[in-house]
């Protein structure tokens, strides 16, 4: 079964089994604007509020915090050579990294698609 959740930093998350993809929502989409740079992740283990990717776009550079724990097993590399993927509006092309070993808990309190604003 999957499950999809989204977070306040502007990104969607969809549970499958034991991982967990995380991408750029719409609402981050429309945070950023059109995106230029992307410093992608490594793969490895990560904390809730650890920098999951550097973003230079239109309407900020900045910084994009992760909502949840886990070990990152996977990186959209394409991104580095097409930051503009994280524009378009189908998830498999923006999608920035896959975990696992991702807490329940964390997961849980994310917002679902009908409690998300934008």
């Known amino acids: 079964m999957t499950v999809i959740k989204y977070s306040e930093e502007g990104f969607w998350l969809e549970k499958t089994d034991n991982t967990v993809t ?15 740079f992307v410093d992608v992740p490594s793969e490895g283990a990560v904390k809730i509020d650890d920098v999951l990717i550097g973003v230079e776009a239109a309407k900020a550079v900045t910084e994009l915090t992760l909502p949840v724990s886990g070990t990152i ?40 698609e009908s409690g998300f604003e934008g």
């Open 73 to 112: 097993i996977a990186v959209n590399e394409a991104l580095e050579d097409e930051p503009s993927l994280l524009n378009s509006t189908k998830r498999e092309e923006t999608w920035i990294a896959k975990l696992t070993d991702v807490s329940s808990t964390e997961f849980e309190a994310l917002l679902n």
């Open 22 to 36: 995380i991408g750029l929502s719409d609402k981050g989409q429309d945070d950023l604007g059109e995106v230029s």
